[in-house]
């Protein structure tokens, strides 16, 4: 495993995203996982998983110490009182009394940084974050935060791929010293088979999903994959025994020219224009 460093946050480097996983299903996935190698989890209080996400680690050989955990609060939860009321929920739910990194999902335009971003530190300054961050976050969103913010933001976790062009964010983001993770890695399973994808992991044996992730490691980001199947868990975990070379690089981030978005809810930014 490797592990981005960012402001004290020791973030391993492929985590398991958990959107869509429920009840058994998600507690066996989390629990083979774990098993398997994963430690890092991605869930949030919108997944309605958090008890299942859990489950799964208590039900693993591995201890608490040895996995990295996020969750995160959602735009309608911003002000102080509902965040706290929230983030004590997924505590709740997860049963753990704290969680390595808390962000918050999605911003709410309604709500100032000025309040929302006091009500996200104080979780770190109580002890019930050990990090803090942010998802969803644009170039201006990010200057702003970190204009009001008493803690390290210590990553911004946005949709990243080969097919979405996200390189203002990226550089805004490492700029702060933040880290990148990469949500829809394997941009919810729409990697085409016709392009240079499919050419590459030929080329390396391995599947166009493993050179997605591959791909977004070596750009430094924090890959989130999804997924129950046991074989794409032990896949997805497999990336670090290949490179990918510059030129297979610079094919694949050609493909971000096609700009595919794939989560863009009604209360998302305005995002920045490649
Ligand atoms: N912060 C945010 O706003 C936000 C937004 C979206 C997602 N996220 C997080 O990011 C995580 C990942 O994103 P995502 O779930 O949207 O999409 P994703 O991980 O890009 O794609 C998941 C899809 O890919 C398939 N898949 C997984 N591994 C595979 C493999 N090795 N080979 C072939 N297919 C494979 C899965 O099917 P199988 O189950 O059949 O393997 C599933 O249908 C989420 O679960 C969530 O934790 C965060």
Redesign the pocket.
């Known amino acids: 495993m490797q592990y981005a460093d960012v402001h004290g946050a020791h973030i391993p480097q492929i ?7 429920k009840d058994d299903v998600c507690v066996q996935a989390v629990k083979a996982a774990l098993d398997m190698g994963y430690t890092h989890l ?3 209080a919108f ?1 309605g998983n958090e008890k299942e996400v859990g489950e799964g680690l208590r039900a693993s050989s591995v201890g608490r110490d040895k996995v990295f955990i996020t969750t ?1 609060v959602r735009e309608n939860n911003l002000q102080p009182a509902d965040f706290n009321k929230s983030l004590d929920q997924s505590l709740t739910n997860l049963q753990l009394p704290s969680i390595d990194l808390l ?1 918050i ?2 911003n709410n335009k309604d709500i100032p940084f000025s309040v929302s971003i006091p009500a996200l530190c104080a979780a770190k300054k109580d002890g019930r974050a050990k990090h803090v961050g942010v ?2 976050f644009t170039t201006r969103m990010l200057d702003e935060a970190w204009a009001v913010t008493t803690e390290p933001l210590v990553c911004n ?3 990243m ?1 080969p097919y979405i062009n996200q390189d203002k964010v990226v550089a805004a983001s490492e700029r702060h010293g933040m880290a990148v ?1 990469a ?7 729409k ?1 085409q088979s016709t392009d240079a994808i499919e050419t590459i992991a030929k080329a390396h044996g391995k ?4 050179v997605s992730l591959r791909y977004l490691v070596q750009r430094g980001t924090v ?7 046991p ?3 032990k ?2 975990l497999d990336v670090f025994d290949f490179q990918l070379s510059d030129a297979e690089m610079a094919a694949l981030k050609a493909l971000n020219a096609a700009n595919m978005r ?2 863009n809810p009604p209360h998302a930014p305005v995002w920045d224009v490649p």
């Open positions: 985590g398991l995203g958990t959107m869509t996983l991605d869930t949030a997944y995160k962000l999902h999605w998802a969803n976790q946005i949709e791929h993770v949500y829809c890695p394997i941009a919810r399973g990697l599947s166009p999903a493993q890959p989130i994959p999804r997924t129950a199947t074989a794409h868990l896949a997805n794939v989560v």
